[in-house]
């Protein structure tokens, strides 16, 4: 079998171009079809798989409900879109209860509510032994405010919001693998269990017309910014000690001797958005998202000629492109 | 667990209403949302699953990639409409071979191709142990053409294109259900493993302006039917010795001592249109689409007032609404 790359890359070989309203197709968070004049329709599906994307020991009916709606709005955020209308596909082994699944369809529904979604249609199959969820989210955006992958050029600052590798760090409690005998590290459980979309974030970002390329980090920091350099054809450096972690991971990980860098490089399930602007912009883009939103977004690396993402730590300087999570090699 | 129909009613409740963009939600072919003046974007996502679905004993990976795209296309014909975009998430087990997928993916493609639409994103997820896709396809219809399941009156004639009972007799002969010595039922499998979407048709019927309610038939005649007389709030007589069969099933069922009425009436997956239109119409454009596209369109029912679907045969009548084919019932 091949690499999850390596086989979209064989899935885009595929994909045709050559129409007039398709300004993107695969290799961005969303594909992006021309709507009317000045309006882009945003077109994002993400499937979940039970016992590879989620296990039901320790993940409750309604976060994962919740979880389900908030990837696939988090990919429309990521292009500072609007969320607008759901479709979900459910695969159900016949043993799911009822009470179970109106647990997750009211998470499901309540995510979609808080950002306005309607949910107008999907599919209902029955499903061998894995439950398993595929949704996809339509939205919209002002040509002027989309935000590609590719639009990364050398100089340009890396900023990400919020904090990185709290859900790798809450995915490997829930697993056992870290200790958390008194609930210490509930923050972190809640950042896997229910990740929240940044679409306020994303578009207070697309309207401010200063950002060069963006999307969510779903897999990573270190294979995300992979992703962002190779649609722009650019390179970048990352600076380790420039990670934004939250004190519940650096606390995790200096009590359990674990390496909160790699957490923070690696860990896929952010779903914090990662973007580039000009130098020149970027003090001023900060302020405004921390006085206006109460977002903060931290400076993490930067944009270089070339190709790969070096990771600069310490003086020493190593590649770590698309070394995040891989939905092939992965496992909860 | 519920039934599909107990599961998508729940689904359905709630599903938003309420805004001015959305002509349907849950309950057609397709959903309907308004993209400019006069045009109407459908959206239909479906998803298929090893063994419940298709078995890749008797599915070649070519056949069985062109059939997801198919199924999804006939949706949008149902709705007189024209696919343009199309999304494929994929759930593969470790275990799948490279040729196996590049067969799939060929598949879908060929289809694609064929009805001119093109491929724009998608997922692709690691699966447990059953193969999985997941497809959404985008298409668009003028508003004065589209054909909702709604839209049946009482007096309406039902006219079913092309053969009913095929594909279920074609997946009986691959199960090994009914023998097959000479390769004499190929046909009949070929309906099973490809169906074919009627676009041209939809767009036809949806141009004529003379059809009232329409949908494909997925689920066997008494499933359909009775999805059709729900949405437009009326019932439905139908006539067992009108029920169009082809002449392969008719000898299949003689020879084996089958009812062909029964496959016909509940067998799914023909991927046929079933329309309504007045009486006066009827004639005109039977004669028109067999003129112009080569297509048969056969009278089986009429709508009537009140509630149900009965079919009428040899003098007698039952209420067959609903005993078609249910996803959470049936196992290939």
């Given at each position: 079998?091949?690499?999850?790359?390596?086989?979209?890359?064989?899935?885009?070989?595929?994909?045709?171009?050559?129409?007039?309203?398709?300004?993107?197709?695969?290799?961005?968070?969303?594909?992006?079809?021309?709507?009317?004049?000045?309006?882009?329709?945003?077109?994002?599906?993400?499937?979940?798989?039970?016992?590879?994307?989620?296990?039901?020991?320790?993940?409750?009916?309604?976060?994962?409900?919740?979880?389900?709606?908030?990837?696939?709005?988090?990919?429309?955020?990521?292009?500072?879109?609007?969320?607008?209308?759901?479709?979900?596909?459910?695969?159900?082994?016949?043993?799911?209860?009822?009470?179970?699944?109106?647990?997750?369809?009211?998470?499901?529904?309540?995510?979609?509510?808080?950002?306005?979604?309607?949910?107008?249609g999907g599919d209902t199959v029955k499903s061998v032994e894995a439950l398993l969820f595929s949704v996809t989210v339509l939205g919209e955006v002002a040509e002027e405010a989309i935000c590609f992958r590719s639009?990364?050029?050398?100089?340009?600052?890396?900023?990400?919001?919020?904090?990185?590798?709290?859900?790798?760090?809450?995915?490997?409690?829930?697993?056992?693998?870290?200790?958390?005998?008194?609930?210490?590290?509930?923050?972190?459980?809640?950042?896997?269990?229910?990740?929240?979309?940044?679409?306020?974030?994303?578009?207070?970002?697309?309207?401010?017309?200063?950002?060069?390329?963006?999307?969510?980090?779903?897999?990573?920091?270190?294979?995300?910014?992979?992703?962002?350099?190779?649609?722009?054809?650019?390179?970048?450096?990352?600076?380790?000690?420039?990670?934004?972690?939250?004190?519940?991971?650096?606390?995790?990980?200096?009590?359990?001797?674990?390496?909160?860098?790699?957490?923070?490089?690696?860990?896929?399930?952010?779903?914090?958005?990662?973007?580039?602007?000009?130098?020149?912009?970027?003090?001023?883009?900060?302020?405004?998202?921390?006085?206006?939103?109460?977002?903060?977004?931290?400076?993490?690396?930067?944009?270089?000629?070339?190709?790969?993402?070096?990771?600069?730590?310490?003086?020493?300087?190593?590649?770590?492109?698309?070394?995040?999570?891989?939905?092939?090699?992965?496992?909860?």
């Amino acid at each position: 079998m091949h690499s999850e790359r390596q086989l979209i890359g064989q899935i885009r070989r595929l994909c045709g171009g050559g129409d007039a309203q398709v300004i993107r197709g695969i290799g961005d968070d969303c594909a992006v079809i021309r709507q009317s004049k000045g309006l882009l329709q945003l077109v994002t599906t993400d499937a979940l798989v039970e016992n590879i994307h989620f296990n039901l020991a320790w993940h409750p009916a309604g976060k994962l409900g919740r979880k389900a709606a908030s990837v696939n709005i988090s990919d429309i955020a990521a292009m500072a879109g609007t969320p607008r209308f759901a479709f979900l596909t459910l695969g159900l082994p016949t043993d799911t209860q009822s009470a179970w699944l109106d647990g997750f369809l009211q998470g499901f529904k309540e995510v979609l509510d808080e950002h306005g979604v309607l949910l107008l249609g999907g599919d209902t199959v029955k499903s061998v032994e894995a439950l398993l969820f595929s949704v996809t989210v339509l939205g919209e955006v002002a040509e002027e405010a989309i935000c590609f992958r590719s639009g990364a050029r050398p100089g340009d600052l890396i900023l990400a919001s919020g904090t990185l590798g709290d859900a790798a760090a809450g995915l490997a409690v829930c697993k056992g693998r870290l200790a958390d005998p008194q609930g210490r590290y509930i923050a972190l459980v809640a950042r896997h269990l229910d990740p929240r979309a940044k679409v306020e974030l994303g578009r207070f970002l697309g309207g401010s017309r200063k950002v060069h390329a963006m999307l969510d980090s779903s897999d990573g920091l270190a294979t995300d910014v992979a992703h962002l350099c190779e649609e722009s054809g650019v390179g970048a450096e990352i600076f380790a000690d420039r990670l934004p972690m939250s004190e519940a991971l650096r606390e995790l990980a200096e009590r359990q001797g674990l390496d909160p860098f790699h957490l923070a490089l690696s860990g896929g399930e952010d779903y914090q958005l990662l973007l580039t602007v000009a130098e020149e912009d970027a003090a001023a883009l900060v302020e405004a998202c921390r006085a206006q939103l109460g977002e903060e977004l931290t400076f993490v690396g930067r944009i270089v000629g070339g190709r790969g993402v070096m990771l600069l730590q310490g003086g020493a300087r190593r590649d770590i492109s698309f070394q995040g999570y891989d939905h092939f090699k992965a496992q909860p």
